[in-house]
């Protein structure tokens, strides 16, 4: 098993003065040898099987845990603004305890979101329920409520299953080259002032983090951020005849938007009945939590220097697969509330279809067969958010195995000499693959 924690970290090599550094120095990286098919057999077949009245129990207790909290807050503004609360706690005190009760709520109920949010997840890769009817239809109304095209992105994210870690043709994640952000080769005649490309302050830095936390989603759906850049200019998840879909998907790709376009609709009949104050409370803020949550786990789960992606002749399923990483997110409460969708990514990689109520057991078995292909990283997450979205930069132009660099072009890893190909980045046949 590979602990990410054991690795020399991107930012300790930031700290070491830039002529000490050589890749040549670095641990080498083999690619995992083995086919699909033989770490299957490794994994008992039970932990495959999907139980309808298992997932509808879940999907019951998060509905019942989200209407609890809602009913618990639709109190929380009467019972402190109360003449008599008032006059126990004082003024100040009240008001105080009224806001440290709504963060209480946004925490909790944000969390529960994300977890009704996860079941749509898992409906869309058909893990929810061997019925596939059923899986469509508890997918398109979880995920409708939490402003998610199902069938849209259902359709780019089992592309994204399908190509992870591929520079020409993975959807989401897709590493900026060092040509892309117009950085020059390096050579012992050319020393690059690494400042001049990343001397962003903190304070900026936090910034374009809080940013991506909040808007990436909604951003990836409507304008392609981050997604597959060789994608013309207007790519999203709305448009039927967007390159992400096929002429035969176009019915389902109409059939989300009517239900984004009903949101809309009741959260705008919703405001004026009660005020849009109220709906900002009660559901506004909780569901910008699941896009933080969301975005936040998809990114550590995809994003780390000691994390690999390929070109072309050296990619292969299953080691996109393994090219993610293990969590603890939360402790208890990411894997109760969350649904075990940050602890156990790297086997839901493998095989997307499986439970994620399986997820642990067969983690197991997976760790023991490829060992150290395996990533667990316990860092502290919101440190590990920071320190990624710090090291992990850009790959280089050249080469069939690739790791980020860091801002100051350092890299925590480097693929064994047969890896070192002479693949090349390529917009023409990136755009041919995809």
């Known amino acids: 098993m590979s602990s990410l924690t054991d690795l020399p970290s991107a930012a300790g090599h930031a700290e070491v003065p830039s002529a000490k550094y050589s890749d040549d120095d670095l641990p080498e990286f083999t690619p995992m040898p083995w086919k699909l098919q033989e770490i299957r057999a490794a994994i008992p077949g039970h932990l495959f099987v999907r139980d309808t009245k298992r997932g509808l129990a879940w999907l019951a207790v998060d509905l019942l845990m989200a209407a609890a909290c809602w009913t618990a807050a639709l ?14 706690l004082s003024p100040t005190g009240a008001h105080a305890a009224r806001w440290a ?34 899986c469509d239809v508890i997918g398109y109304v979880t995920h409708t409520l939490l402003w998610t095209p199902y069938f849209s992105w259902k359709i780019s994210h089992h592309r994204h299953h399908c190509n992870h870690a591929s520079m020409e043709r993975d959807e989401v994640y897709v590493p900026k080259t060092r040509s892309d952000l117009g950085i020059p080769p390096e050579s012992a ?47 999203n998840h709305f448009d039927p005849s967007s390159i992400l879909f096929t002429k035969e998907q176009w019915g389902v790709v109409w059939i989300s938007n009517l239900g984004i376009l009903t949101m809309m609709a009741v959260i705008h009949l919703a405001s004026i009945t009660w005020g849009a104050a109220a709906v900002v409370k009660l ?14 786990i998809t990114y550590l789960h995809h994003t780390d220097p000691a994390l690999p992606h390929y070109r072309q002749r050296e990619w292969n399923y299953q080691r996109g697969a393994a090219a993610t990483v293990d969590r603890d997110i939360l402790g208890w409460m990411g894997r109760f509330f969350l649904h075990d969708v940050a602890h156990y990514h790297v086997v839901h990689h493998f095989f997307p279809k499986m439970p994620f109520y399986h997820g642990a057991e067969a983690t197991q078995y997976l760790r023991a067969f490829i060992g150290e292909h395996y990533h667990y990283s316990e860092k502290p997450v919101f440190k590990a958010l920071w320190d990624n979205y710090n090291d992990c930069q850009f790959v280089e132009d050249e080469g069939d195995v690739l790791f980020y660099r860091n801002k100051k072009g350092q890299a925590v890893l480097r693929p064994a000499a047969k890896y070192r190909g002479t693949g090349v980045a390529s917009k023409t046949s990136a755009t041919a693959s995809s």
């Open 101 to 134: 009760c709504w963060a209480v709520y946004w925490w909790f109920q944000g969390l529960i979101f994300t977890g009704i949010w996860v079941i749509g997840h898992e409906c869309g890769h058909g893990a929810f329920s061997p019925s596939q009817r059923v």
């Open 283 to 296: 559901y506004g803020i909780p569901w910008l939590c699941v896009t933080h949550w969301f975005i936040m």
């Open 189 to 235: 005649h050319h020393e690059i002032d690494w400042d001049e490309y990343f001397g962003d302050t903190p304070i900026y830095t936090l910034f374009t983090l809080v940013r991506q936390q909040l808007l990436a989603f909604p951003a990836y759906l409507l304008f392609n951020v981050s997604g597959q850049k060789d994608y013309p200019k207007w790519t």
């Open 75 to 88: 109190r929380i503004d009467p019972a402190f603004r109360a003449p008599a609360m008032v006059q126990i």
